[in-house]
Structure formats: C-alpha cells, structure tokens
C-alpha cells in the first residue's frame, strides 16, 4: 500500500481529500507552527477575560439555558470538566471508526483557526489522539445537530481527559486512561472555555458528508458502468448518448453521464450486430435506459453543489462563542447544523433515485417480453432455474429502503435546553441515514453489474472493450451463466468490487479517465 503523506491543519480550510485521508486511511496530522500561534495568541484574550469581573459568556457563565449563571473562578474547571461529562449522552449502536476520526480532525480544525480561545495543547492533544490511532466510542443517538453534534463530541472530549471508552486502531474496546498512557499521551485538564470550544460543532455531521462525496463521486461513475453494460445486454441504442443531443439541454453532469456511457459501450460488436433489428422493432428504449443521463447528470450537479457547500463549511469555525478577529468573545449561531443537514438530505434523494433507476433496468433483463430474446430471469434452464429472479427482490427491497430514507431529516425539528435551542436541524440524523443509504445504493449496482454480465456472456458474442473490462473484473470471482448456484456470496463479490473501486479502475484502464 503507498504511503500516506501527513495532512497539515492550519488556520485555513481542509479539503474534503484530506479529511478522507485522515478518516479513512489513517493519514497523520501535523499542526502548523502559524495556527498555534494564533491559538496562544487568542488564549491571551480569554485569561483576560476570564480574571475580569464582568461575566462572559461560556468563559465565566453557565452554558444554554443556564447561561445566566456566574461562576466562580475557583469552580470554572469543574464546569468544564461537568460540561463534557453530562454532554457524553450517546446511546445506540457504536458509530463507524471513520466517521469520529473525521470529526476529530474537524474539530481539531476548528481549534487551529484560533478562534476558539483554547490553549496550543488542547489541540496538540487532539492530534496527538489521531496520530496514536485513538478513537472514542461514540454512540449513535445524541446529536440533534443544532447545536453543533453535541454529544458525539463530548464523547470525543471525554476521552482526551482519561475518561471514557476507545478503541486503538480498531482494536478492543478499553479505558480512555490506559490508551493514553499506552502512547504516552497527558490527559488534558482543561480551563476556561476550553470544554464548550471541544464540543460546539458540526464535525460529525461535516464528516459524514465529506465521507460522502467521496463514495458518491465513485458511485456516479460505477453507475455508468452499469448503464453502458444494461443498454449492452439489453440490445439497445447508443444513439441517445450522442453529444449534440445532451447539449440540446446543458446541464453538466448530463453531459459527463453520457459522455462515459457512451465511451464505455463503444464499438460494441454485440451492439453492432443488434443495430438493424432494434431499428425495425423497437425504435427507442425505454425510460431507465434512454434517460439515464438526465438522472445520473442530477446526481452529479447535485453533487457538485453539496460539494460547494462542504467547501464552505471546511473553511469555517464553529464555536460558540467565538473570539472574533478584533478580541470581542460573541456569541454566534454558527454552529447550527442547518446547511449541512439540508445537503445530507439533499444526496439521500438522489441516492435513492440513481438505485430506482439500477433496479429497473436489472427487472428489464428478467422479463422475456422485454429482455429482447434472453431467458426468463437469465436462467440457465427457465423452470428447473430462477437465475436472479431473487436478485432483483434484493434490490427492490433495498430501493425501498432508500426512498424511506429519502425523507428528509433537516424538516423536523425537536426543541431542546429548556426551549433554549427551540430550532433543531436534526442534520446528525441526515448524515447517519445517507450512510445507510449510499451502502444500499452501492448494493444496487453491484446487482445491476452481476446481471448485465451474465447477460453479456448469454449473448454470446464479444462485448465492447469498456463493458469487457468490467466483465473480466467480475469473472476473476464469479462464473458465468449455468444451472443455480448459491447467490449471495455473488453479489457480495460484486459489492466489494463496487466499493473497492475495482470496476473503475478495470474500465479506466482501457477506455481512459471517466468524468
């Protein structure tokens, strides 16, 4: 496996690249020597403040609806230190490795704008518990995603004080204290200030969507793969795709969706020997196929604004309150999970559309009246053989699944704090779901692929050189068409190579670079 170079935090933004490298392939961080200036340089305002006798908000107060509240200096680091202790509230399943390092890496981000008033070695020591592979257990319940993912967080922050529960390198699950003695890591003690700046934020629910993008980019072109296979399989037409014709209606994903079907399925001899019987009897194909630009293209620009927004969303600091640029600590409402939560939403509706689509055309090949002269169900012996009749069940129950999870959790709103946080976005709960929703979506392909390939090899002539790389992929794992064989471990083949990104990298490597 290459080596993966460290990613740098600074007072910038991240990328969405470089929270994946983090998150998911266990890249080190290294903190630049400019933001912890800033953070000392910030600290100084917040010492001040704090020995001032004028309270100020979450320096010298009680938080949410206790904010009314003076505390006295010699019970401010209880407070911190109650503060993420009650906030560690989660319950539920235990949240994925991946998504707790990316939303500690953005909050370690947020820290490094200086913004937040902590000390250098908070976040020293937040990089530090990345760097030795620690990861907190989190639970799944416990953010309502307005002020910030709550819970989660203080999850996160518990464990840099030695208390609470992770796991180190996906190991056992232990005490938060041994781990940290084990890589030789001092818990924290923390001050003024320094336990809300830990907890304001929306990491968690930035993470899963940069986790998201990732997947999703992989997925759009998987999809095409699958379509340019389907229309192969099926005997239709290349002729939809044509360029002119998508710059008749020029949105740009429709373009690029196109642009790969075609490039795919090109110079198909299978395709070639069908031209003239689908002229004289079909004419056109339907919707699942002809339109699959126009569907997979609004999965891509709807991806493209997502991304836009995850970019705004990494340059920004989330605290509350924040030390603003002139030394005034305010009071904000930046951490409110609202415009992420609403682009969660947003990929979960496109998510469940680009499967719906996959699953028909899977139907399509199962059904001798619309299969254009293949077996009913791909069966090897239709009566004595089911081929993937079933398949096609596992795909629509997972379809069904999607379009539930399609409804949308940023509209929902639960007050909270004693009506304090009286509006929530509930994008915690967005993020959670669309991660349920891109493993369905990555499921429905990986049937679509096994059942356009058995399709190819039952035409019994050579498929293009894009669809054949695809084909050859798969059939290192699975054979070809013959009597029932036991199914799931087929289409678990198939999902892993969705998700390993090996179909891609097959067709890539013979048609080029898709878009």
């Known amino acids: 496996m290459a080596t993966i170079n460290p990613v740098t935090v600074g007072i910038g933004a991240l990328s969405v690249e470089d929270v994946v490298a983090v998150a998911r392939y266990g890249a080190n961080v290294e903190i630049d020597p400019a933001a912890l200036e800033e953070i000392a340089a910030t600290r100084e305002r917040i010492e001040e403040l704090a020995a001032d006798p004028t309270p100020v908000y979450g320096v010298s107060t009680g938080f949410g609806a206790l904010a009314t509240k003076h505390i006295p200096e010699d019970m401010r680091a209880q407070l911190q230190v109650s503060l993420v202790r009650s906030h560690a509230a989660g319950s539920g399943p235990e949240v994925e490795e991946e998504v707790i390092r990316a939303l500690m890496l953005l909050r370690l981000s947020t820290l490094c704008t200086g913004r937040t008033g902590v000390r250098p070695v908070v976040a020293e020591t937040y990089a530090a518990a990345l760097n030795a592979g620690i990861t907190p257990v989190v639970r799944e319940f416990g953010s309502l995603g307005c002020s910030g993912d709550l819970a989660p967080l203080a999850h996160c922050a518990l464990a840099l004080l030695g ?18 003695a084990q890589a030789g890591i001092e818990p924290l003690v923390l001050r003024e200030k320094e336990g809300l700046a830990l907890i304001n934020g929306t990491d968690g629910m930035l993470g899963m969507l940069c986790l998201a993008i990732a997947d ?10 699958a379509t340019a296979m389907s229309v192969e399989g099926l005997n239709g037409t290349l002729s939809v795709f044509d360029d002119d014709l998508q710059q008749l209606r020029p949105h740009p994903g429709q373009a690029d969706a196109a642009y790969n079907i075609r490039t795919i399925a090109a110079d198909s001899p299978i395709l070639t020997a069908a031209l003239e019987g689908f002229k004289a009897n079909d004419v056109q194909d339907a919707y699942s196929i002809r339109c699959t630009p126009q569907v997979a293209g609004g999965f891509r620009d709807t991806l493209t604004y997502v991304t836009t927004v995850a970019d705004r969303e990494l340059a920004a600091a989330n605290d509350n309150p924040v030390v603003a640029k002139d030394g005034r600590v305010a009071s904000n409402g930046n951490f409110h999970g609202a415009p992420v939560a609403y682009v969660l939403d947003f990929l979960a509706i496109v998510v469940a559309d680009l499967a719906s689509i996959s699953e028909r055309r899977t139907d399509r090949f199962l059904d001798p009246a619309r299969n254009r002269g293949l077996n009913a169900f791909l069966a090897g012996d239709p009566g004595v053989d089911s081929g993937h009749m079933i398949a096609q069940y596992t795909q629509a129950g997972i379809v069904g699944e999607l379009k539930r999870n399609a409804v949308p959790a940023s509209a929902d709103s639960i007050p909270s704090s004693a009506m304090q946080e009286d509006h929530v976005s509930m994008g915690w709960s967005a993020g959670r779901k669309l991660r349920r929703s891109i493993d369905g979506l990555q499921r429905v392909l990986a049937v679509e692929i096994l059942t356009s390939a058995r399709a190819l090899d039952m035409r019994e002539s050579e498929p293009s050189v894009g669809t054949g790389a695809a084909l050859a992929t798969l059939r290192k794992h699975v054979e070809g068409p013959g009597t029932d064989r036991f199914l799931a471990p087929e289409i678990e083949h198939s999902v892993h190579l969705v998700k390993g990104g090996d179909y891609v990298k097959a067709v890539e490597a013979v048609v080029g670079t898709l878009r």
């Open 163 to 180: 208390e609470g529960e992770v796991r180190v390198k996906g190991g056992e699950i232990v005490p938060a204290a041994d781990a940290l």
């Open 216 to 225: 999703l980019r992989e997925a759009a072109k998987v999809s095409d793969i």
